[in-house]
């Protein structure tokens, strides 16, 4: 069975391509179009389909249109409720006639194949289905909002999904924090991130006001008051410097959605007696809140899908349709499911850059040398990443030694100078300087405090609450990178090497060759790893 899953109603568009239930590809569009997020999260853009995302699965597979099974559309119009919600009639219509869109955009597509997926399923599936357990774990979806509801708790046996909870909007937590977001002077549906990082700096000192606001319910669900962020912290103008009383309200919102999520959870362990957890949608983006959930709740194994976002969507909708045939859905093989090139097609871009390149006999080696001397290297490799983290495919590589490298890469990239760099570990190497979270860690979304110890020796990745966003490799899977980690530390004594995203502010992760050169030739990076190829600046 050929299933394409398309996400495109809200923001972050994508396709995912499923083939006899294996996961042969996933892509956002945004890594094709090179607009951050694909598209604003707005009605007027609920038309627009991920279409290059689309096409580049099919032909990634070798199939047309004409050869799918179905497509599994990740939002059901028919599931939406009367509501005050601007222009929502618009985002149902254009749901509605996404089929024909869709045959517009993939000549070829018999609209009748297309099916819709409600949302929260969709996003259940991509954790549940997608996750290593066999299609046995319990399952938790957060996120601003889908049809008519926001939150989902249930059981998966034996590839079924149970709903055992579900909450109806206006409540949810990932709206409540998307509009402190917005207070705090950052792009809603986007910079959420921006507000985790910066609660670290201060004291949650509205907490209990926030437990009044936002509470478990007894039914497995939440309900959230409005709030007047104003009488707590000024609203904050986008080039207004972010002050004390903005970090203490991220804060006290940061830690009463933690406390929310851990009730949740183990309201949905009592109900199910499962061992694992997964989790899906935005809010289980926040690996800060991930973490607590691992440490403190009831899960002995908590999974996170690597594209938490709606963008997950699209796996998760085309797993739920092979699922739903009665054939196996199997799991995500992997976070490295988009677009790669030869070594030969990356010459060619090379050549035709007419940029001078060397070819050394082992570019790992080239780059563990230039890392220990303290160069920002570019590193372009294999296949790219679904979802937003860099997981040592389309990286930015620097020395964690080196405590200014935080403010240097955070001015390489233009960021603002509160956001923490995380670090790369092998492995089996990880429990030697990492507590708390979960390892190993390979998708970088959980954080785990950094033992004393090593703070002073890897100052770059230690955020100021002393933890740090790890990703561990396994040499069997990453073995390029695992041998940059292994020659770094021959030279440094440092098992570490510092990973951020491979991008500048406002701009979507490299994907492409072309963008890789484009963004080397732009931002003060010392060298680019692509292929086996390297250019020195």
Known sequence: MRVLGINAIFHDPAAA????????AAAEEERFSRRKHGKRPVPFSAWEQPELAARWCLERAGLTPADLDAVAYSYDPDLVEPGDVPWEDLRTEYARRAPYFLATALPGLDPAIVRFVPHHVAHAASAGLAAPYGGDCAVLVNDGRGECRSHLAGSYRDHRLETLAAQHLPHSLGLFYEDLTEHLGFLRSSDEYKVMALASY????HLDLMREHVRATEDGGFAITPLDWATLAKEREP??????EHAE????????????LLDLARWLHERTGHRRLTMAGGVALNCVANTRIF??????????QPAAGDAGTALGAALTVVADAGEP???????????????????EYLDRAAIAY???????????????????????????????????????MAHPGKEENLVRLNEVKGREQFRPIAPMVLADRAHELFERGPLPSPYMLFVHDVKPEWRDRIPAVVHVDHTARAQTVDPADEPLVARVLTEFERRTGLPVVVNTSLNTAGRPMVDDPRDALECFGSAPVDLLAIGRFVVRR
Not at 17 to 24: R, T
């Open 17 to 24: 391509l499923v083939v006899d239930g294996q996961v042969v």
């Open 249 to 260: 309200l991220a804060a006290s919102v940061q830690v009463r959605l933690e406390e929310v």
């Open 329 to 347: 859905a199997g799991a995500m093989p992997g976070a490295d499911l988009g677009r790669s090139w030869t070594d030969d097609e990356i010459r």
């Open 358 to 396: 060397e070819e050394p006999g082992d570019v790992a080696v080239a780059v563990a040398e230039a890392l220990a001397e303290d160069r920002v290297v570019a590193w372009f490799q294999g296949r790219s990443e679904y979802g937003p983290r860099a997981l040592g495919r389309r990286s930015l």
């Open 295 to 304: 440490a403190e709740g009831p899960f002995e194994e908590v999974w996170v």
């Open 239 to 244: 080039h207004e410097d972010v002050t004390r």
């Open 202 to 205: 201060a004291e949650p000192r």
